[in-house]
């Protein structure tokens, strides 16, 4: 969906390097959310902002950290890349009214290796 | 956790209704049935949800057991293109989403 996107949709890098996923949406959503999914397996939350100044741990959110820098932005940072981080990454929003109450609109993924 | 049980993978002969069942006995009263896909690696995309009734939209039908212990996704005539792995969650109305492992669907042509 063109409405979120992510940067960069691909990346390889090294141990111990810093890495930024930026995430942008166009679809005025409050709520943004990071997931990383390893192959076979479903997606796992990281963290979750329900606005600007909310920022919550998710399920997985040890070597992680993010920024809400605007509505429309939220950027997931690891601050030491380990080999284990790597892993396809998704951003997703949604909305607190309307028909996108119900429904997270994702991004096309950023596929992160860490060497 | 994710609240969900479904079978790892199966197969649905095109053209035919794949039916995909889904268990979550311990669902709670405000907890909502929902229905997400992934086609290979792109973003899951959403499908429908439902709290009791069933549901039906332009993609498929939810059938939900008068219990809420268990629900079912019908794709009523399965295309290749319905290959994909289908996700069953359960979540209050807006929360965030715990996604499971999910159900591999093989669409055969």
């Known amino acids: 969906d063109a409405d979120v996107t992510q940067t960069p949709r691909n990346r390889i890098t090294k141990t111990g390097k810093r890495i930024m996923l930026e995430c942008s949406q166009t679809k005025g959503h409050d709520r943004m959310y990071w997931y990383r999914q390893d192959p076979g397996l479903g997606l796992r939350l990281i963290y979750y902002?329900?606005?600007?100044?909310?920022?919550n741990k998710g399920e997985i959110s040890d070597g992680y950290s993010v920024s809400r820098q605007a509505q429309a932005k939220f950027s997931l940072s690891l601050e030491s890349a380990i080999p284990n981080q790597t892993a396809l990454y998704f951003c997703?929003?949604?909305?607190?009214?309307?028909?996108?109450?119900?429904?997270?609109?994702f991004g096309p993924g950023t596929r992160l290796t860490v060497l | 956790d994710a609240k969900t049980t479904q079978p790892p993978s199966m197969d649905c002969a095109e053209g035919r209704a794949a039916n995909l069942p889904c268990n979550h006995s311990t669902i709670s009263g405000n907890e909502y049935v929902y229905w997400y896909r992934q086609i290979h690696s792109q973003g899951p995309q959403y499908i429908i949800h439902g709290l009791k009734n069933n549901e039906t939209n332009e993609m498929a039908s939810l059938i939900i057991t008068e219990d809420r212990k268990s629900s079912t996704l019908i794709l009523p005539h399965a295309t290749l293109r319905d290959t994909a792995v289908y996700y069953c969650?359960?979540?209050?109305?807006?929360?965030?989403?715990?996604f499971g492992k999910g159900t591999r669907l093989h669409i055969l042509p």
């Open positions: 969650i359960v979540r209050v109305e807006g929360d965030k989403i715990i």
């Open positions: 997703a929003t949604s909305d607190l009214a309307g028909l996108s109450y119900n429904e997270q609109f």
């Open positions: 902002s329900f606005d600007v100044k909310d920022i």
